[in-house]
């Protein structure tokens, strides 16, 4: 169990040494860490990852899909699977990296990273040609999968699955959050066009995610508390 320093729990005996001693009792100046909400890291990977998906480029991506094949259906299910098949496999990388660093540079790594995002939210993006030239003999929904699950390689959102499932303690809840946001920043893009895009003012929406992100890596950075095994 996972405790940490400084706070009181209960009496536990302590047993001293020499024949016939009797055990005392004692404050034992541990907590256990409680495992986080898994609902708050539901709605906060939602809310961050629709955010950072606004202008990004597989959001342009899901753009040009729709107008291309103007299938709106297979193109929806295609983000889903691919999101799905991305995520889950951040989520499994950012829960991995808890298991090979102590907290202490857990916390400076994800204070780091999510400053970084914040600076990274501020930069355009752009969608290379190559990445909307999907071979068309998979169709619709293969096309789709592909070209999308490709473009997420890398891309803010998978980064920021990455480092929220490193955060909390909670992988499903963290890769269905951001599933979640990337399909409320994708499929109203598939069924209303350039309308959605030019509806919502990208650069406000950009530097509203980049102050959450900054905010995050600075409570990261300053969380009190040292976490100790037991």
Known sequence: MRFALGETIGWVPIHMAGVGAQPMLSHACVRP?????????FFVSTAIVAIAEMGDKTQLLALVL???FRKPWPIVLGILAATLANHALAGAVGA????VMGPQVLRWVLG???IAMAVWMLIPDKLDEGETAAVSRWGVFGTT???FFLAEMGDKTQ???VVLAAKYNAYFWVVAGTTLGMMLANAPVVWLGERITRLVPLRIVHLVSAGIFLVLGVLA?????????A
Do not use: S
């Open 159 to 161: 980064i920021a699955t």
């Open 96 to 99: 991995w990296v808890t298991t």
């Open 66 to 68: 729709a107008a291309r």
């Open 33 to 41: 860490v409680h495992q986080k909400n898994p609902m708050e890291a």
């Open 145 to 147: 999968l592909i070209a």
């Open 112 to 114: 780091a990273c999510f």
């Open 221 to 229: 950075l300053w969380a009190p508390g040292v976490a100790v095994l």
